[in-house]
């Protein structure tokens, strides 16, 4: 408890007597200070007991007194001890009337009572409230390691709200929160969100103040983790300024919070080289030494249908883009290498995703495998589940960003995100699911889409993704000699070959379409057969022939 005025008056050894401000005795005081100055004002800091004899002043003039007391009170001085039998034999009237006016507590000390005994009293019981809050903090501390221990996060935060008298929340990488104390703290903590978002823009160890005066609490919020971006924050929450007693406790709550943190991420990047071998098992058909290695580490989601999500960097995308089709990953091939680092989340759109999928099946209570293997994400979810939910709006609001802002504006392609989902499988069709994700994810690559899933593509049309330039190219080798033919003006093979193929080889339909004889046309599919060197009654050239047509009237 800290040292007030009434603590002093109450002091048996002192002797003091109040003579004015009887109402204001439990203001702290920080110290006792000694000055006959007419003016000592300059040299306040303010929580000052001033002690004084009036060597320099006229203490019986009012309106001197009145200046007097009032640059005191406005200086923060809490209160003045008079000394008596010294200048004056007792406290003058002006004096007093003064100190009442303004509401300052006057102390009338006597003779017998030295300027050293108040000001020893004072030091005395300021050290002794400082031992008894560091004594407190150390209690607090221990009592907090006690409940990491064995209760976890949770018991944490219930004995840090306890020994604050207020509130406390934590929230995970994404902002969200993963616990209160007491429950009712929720909503409140909740409210906070865009607050933590912002503080975790800033690098690890981050601080910051909401509310005040005007609001129902004041909240202080904390960054935890020792990388370049915190990895979750501390929100505590009290209807006044933490004493030295509660910043101990606050203090060691963050570092108990962030011992788990960094304790969590090491425990992370062990289940990441654990979950890159069962997807490596998986994607080699072997679901049952894949369950056997998983054990009970990832619940039941290799039991229920899943969806395999993959996901790229657009740069990353790009170079895969123009790379040999067969140095994709196949089901002999699996994506992952090998075990990799935990995803380093600033400014990465991966790390955001992963980030994001994940803490959404932590809240939702679901298992997820996430295994990042340098610019790629791969990510086995329960179908339909929170983790689904998230990476889908994740890359929504990837895709509304992009369509707002300019491309130079939203930071390039390099930090743009290109994700293709499988559509629901099992263990024993894991290959074929990762193989849907990478084809989904190609379709995304080529019609310049954050997402697409694979069960979307069947409903769609196969004549967009004849916009690729290599598809583009092998039509103009493929028609080129019937274009330049066309060019000398010796006749009309491409339009003919087009509504012939339209018309399914039917000469007379096909004729009337171009305003032409059977003979005619019949001549013209002779000239396209001996130009191009093939023969139109192989499907497979009439299904070429109709795809080139398609992707140059694209153009």
């Not at 904390?222 to 915190?230: E, F, I, N």
């Not at 899943?306 to 002999?332: K, Y």
């Not at 091939?333 to 759109?349: E, I, L, N």
Request: with cysteine; charged share 25%; hydrophobic share 45%.
């Amino acid at each position: 408890m800290p040292l007030t005025l009434a603590s002093l008056v109450h002091h048996s050894a002192l002797k003091l007597t109040v003579r004015a401000g009887e109402d204001r005795l439990d203001v702290p005081v920080r110290w006792a200070h000694v000055s006959e100055l007419a003016d000592p004002v300059p040299y306040m800091d303010g929580g000052e007991l001033l002690l004084i004899t009036a060597l320099k002043l006229d203490a019986e003039d009012p309106e001197a007194m009145r200046r007097y007391v009032r640059r005191l009170a406005g200086a923060g001085v809490v209160g003045i001890g008079f000394a008596v039998g010294v200048n004056y034999e007792e406290t003058p009237k002006a004096l007093v009337d003064a100190c009442a006016d303004e509401g300052l507590p006057l102390l009338e000390v006597p003779r017998r009572t030295p300027f050293l005994a108040i000001s020893k009293a004072v030091s005395a019981a300021i050290a002794a409230d400082q031992y008894r809050a560091v004594t407190a903090g150390f209690a607090a501390q221990r009592e907090l390691t006690k409940q990491a221990l064995n209760s976890g996060p949770e018991g944490l935060l219930a004995a840090l709200a306890a020994q604050v008298d207020g509130w406390a929340a934590l929230y995970d990488a994404s902002g969200a929160v993963v616990a209160t104390a007491p429950d009712w703290a929720v909503r409140r903590a909740a409210r906070l969100t865009p607050d933590v978002e912002r503080l975790r823009e800033r690098p690890a160890p981050a601080s910051s103040v909401v509310g005040g005066p005007d609001h129902e609490d004041r909240v202080e919020l904390h960054s935890l983790g020792t990388g370049r971006r915190p990895r979750a924050a501390l929100a505590v929450g009290t209807a006044a300024t933490l004493g030295t007693a509660e910043r101990y406790a606050v203090h060691s709550a963050i570092a108990l919070l962030t011992l788990t943190t960094e304790r969590s991420r090491s425990l992370h990047a062990a289940e990441q080289r654990v979950g890159t071998a069962v997807l490596r098992m998986l994607l080699a058909g072997e679901p049952d030494h894949a369950r056997a290695v998983a054990g009970d580490l990832y619940g039941t989601l290799l039991d229920a249908p899943f969806r395999v999500i993959v996901a790229e960097s657009a740069s990353a995308s790009a170079a895969r883009a123009h790379a040999d089709a067969h140095a994709h990953v196949t089901a002999t091939k699996p994506a992952p290498a090998g075990p990799a680092a935990a995803v380093d989340s600033s400014g990465d759109p991966l790390g955001g995703l992963a980030e994001t999928v994940e803490a959404a099946a932590a809240r939702a209570g679901e298992a997820v495998l996430v295994v990042p293997d340098g610019e790629r994400l791969v990510v086995l979810a329960t179908d339909g589940g929170a983790a689904v939910g998230a990476c889908t709006a994740y890359a929504a609001a990837l895709e509304a960003g992009r369509a707002t802002e300019p491309h130079e504006q939203a930071g390039g392609e390099d930090d743009e995100l290109i994700v293709g989902l499988s559509a629901p499988s099992g263990p024993i069709a894991a290959a074929a699911a990762y193989k849907q994700a990478e084809q989904a994810l190609s379709v995304a690559r080529r019609r310049g889409r954050v997402c697409v899933e694979h069960e979307h593509l069947a409903s769609g049309s196969v004549l967009p993704l004849l916009a690729d330039d290599a598809v583009k190219a092998f039509a103009d080798g493929l028609l080129r000699a019937l274009h330049e033919h066309d060019a000398t003006g010796r006749g009309d093979l491409v339009a003919s070959l087009r509504a012939w193929l339209s018309r399914h080889g039917q000469w007379d339909a096909a004729a009337a379409d171009l305003g032409v004889h059977r003979h005619t046309l019949r001549y013209r599919m002779r000239r396209v057969e001996e130009i191009l060197g093939r023969s139109l009654d192989d499907p497979d050239v009439r299904m070429e022939l109709w795809l080139a047509l398609k992707a140059t009237s694209t153009e």
